[in-house]
């Protein structure tokens, strides 16, 4: 072979080669947000949430203090609620009261005042005394509130609670969840990042899921879309 040919033969090959590059805009991913923060800033997104704890003023827990934190960085608008106090071991049934209230379509201005007055306290443990499981009894509910230990108790009450609530009203579409406070961060900014519109109603505890929980108290919160960002 003659190195005329050979030099002419390596041009073309380097020229199909450019030519069948892609090219950069194509190769390369669009750039994503660097932070939750500017995924929530996109102005097509309205986001809500109401906090509502009535264990009493001053008396914020550091889980707590980090819910509202992180929504405030997610950029919700966020109600937050410490404007009554509960009875001594109420929290649960207060939180579930709180909860279903929230279920009707008026959620982001329903005023939830009732939640901490006794008369709440002893209908939400009259409903589970009906159960008839200890160490639940109607004596014992009219003496005494044992607190919530479990989520499949707070679950239980606020089950009771909506059936009462919303059984001759139309309730929304947020969906519930009974969850210490990492597991409802997780998912906070799982739903952010989705950017997909979504209401969500959480009784949430102040304690990490690896420690046996503390306190309850109620989380809402809800994605949407600006009327100005949807398309027809």
């Known amino acids: 072979m003659r190195s005329g040919e050979g030099a002419g033969t390596g041009q073309l090959g380097r020229r ?3 030519a069948w590059r892609m ?4 190769a390369q991913p669009a750039a994503r947000p660097s932070t939750l923060a500017q995924a929530a ?39 937050i609620d410490y404007s009554q106090v509960q009875v ?3 929290c649960g049934v207060v939180a579930c009261a ?16 009732f939640a901490a007055a ?35 108790l707070v679950r239980m009450c606020y089950v009771l609670n909506v059936e009462r609530f919303c059984r001759f009203n139309v ?9 210490p406070y990492d597991k409802l961060l997780r998912k906070l900014r799982s739903d952010v990042r ?3 519109p979504c209401s969500h109603i959480c009784i949430c505890n102040t304690e990490h899921s690896r420690m046996q929980g503390r306190h309850w108290f109620t989380v809402a919160y809800s994605i949407e879309y600006h009327r100005s960002s949807v398309q027809y």
Not at 171 to 179: D, G, H, K, P, Y
Request: proline share 9%; glycine share 6%.
């Open 41 to 79: 800033a996109r102005p097509r997104l309205k986001l809500f949430a109401r906090v509502v704890d009535f264990e009493g003023a001053g008396d914020i827990d550091p889980g707590q203090k980090r819910i509202i934190s992180n929504l405030l960085k997610l950029g919700f608008k966020v109600d």
């Open 23 to 26: 090219p950069p805009a194509l």
């Open 171 to 179: 309730r929304n579409r947020a969906r519930f969840s009974v969850l």
């Open 118 to 152: 006794r008369a709440t306290k002893v209908e939400g443990l009259r409903l589970l005394g009906s159960l008839a499981r200890p160490p639940w009894g109607p004596i014992r509910a009219l003496l005494a509130c044992p607190p919530l230990c479990t989520s499949e």
């Open 194 to 196: 989705s950017c997909s």
């Open 98 to 113: 709180v909860a279903s209230r929230l279920q009707l379509p008026d959620w982001q201005t329903a005023d939830v005042s």
């Open 88 to 90: 001594e071991n109420a």
């Open 16 to 18: 199909l080669e450019n």
